[in-house]
T-cell receptor, first 113, second 114 residues
Framework: AQSVTQLDSHVSVSEGTPVLLRCNYS??????LFWYVQHPNKGLQLLLK??????LVKGINGFEAEFKKSETSFHLTKPSAHMSDAAEYFC???????????FGAGTRLFVKA | DAGVIQSPRHEVTEMGQEVTLRCKPI?????LFWYRQTMMRGLELLIY????????DSGMPEDRFSAKMPNASFSTLKIQPSEPRDSAVYFC????????????FGQGTRLTVV
């Protein structure tokens, strides 16, 4: 069965410093992996997705994620945090074929001025 | 396309009443998902459909919850009778039936049961 674990419930960074949000997945087959962002009282927006074409995936707003099969990880990074990045971030796995789409518990990112 | 459309955006109801949440997926998408978001439990997958057929309803919390998809352009999630612990934001999402495609989410329905 597929599952996804976000290793930090909260991450706090200063503006201009790097961001690292960690995600590990469990999957019997090659999964589809995604990161979504949710700003307060807003809907869910896709940041990026792993499509198997490349292990380093670039998304919107300067975010990247690297797929590491050996570590079953799909961590999200950004070189320099901006105040507008403060939000909740979800790592998502979708099963191969069945397309059951499961969310991690979320990581709330705080950005300090 | 207007995206996934959910209605109503907000619903306040009294305990014991029936509540129906509605969703119009993106045209051409084969899969439709219903999620519930709460502070305590995060985003839970309740049920999902493929070509209007329920595939996995293991996330539906109890018999008070039911979901239908009578055609490719409409789905409902019904709670009868509603309870205060059902208060949450309910999201509907749809996606194409192809590998490595993402789900597109509606804006959600904020349900408050008093």
């Amino acid at each position: 069965a597929q599952s996804v674990t976000q290793l930090d419930s909260h991450v706090s960074v200063s503006e201009g410093t790097p961001v690292l949000l960690r995600c590990n997945y469990s999957s019997s087959y090659s999964p589809s992996l995604f990161w979504y962002v949710q700003h307060p009282n807003k809907g869910l927006q896709l940041l990026l997705k792993y499509t198997s074409a490349a292990t380093l995936v670039k998304g919107i707003n300067g975010f990247e994620a690297e797929f590491k099969k050996s570590e079953t990880s799909f961590h999200l990074t950004k070189p320099s945090a901006h105040m507008s990045d403060a939000a909740e971030y979800f790592c998502v796995v979708s099963t191969t074929g069945g397309f059951k789409t499961i969310f991690g518990a979320g990581t709330r990112l705080f950005v300090k001025a | 396309d207007a995206g996934v459309i959910q209605s109503p955006r907000h619903e306040v109801t009294e305990m014991g009443q029936e509540v129906t949440l509605r969703c119009k997926p993106i045209s051409g998408h084969d899969y439709l998902f219903w999620y519930r978001q709460t502070m305590m439990r995060g985003l839970e997958l309740l049920i999902y459909f493929n070509n209007n057929v329920p595939i996995d309803d293991s996330g539906m919390p109890e018999d008070r919850f039911s979901a239908k998809m009578p055609n490719a352009s409409f789905s409902t999630l019904k709670i009868q009778p509603s309870e205060p612990r059902d208060s949450a934001v309910y999201f509907c999402a749809s996606r194409p039936g192809a590998e490595f495609t993402e789900a597109f989410f509606g804006q959600g329905t904020r349900l408050t049961v008093v």
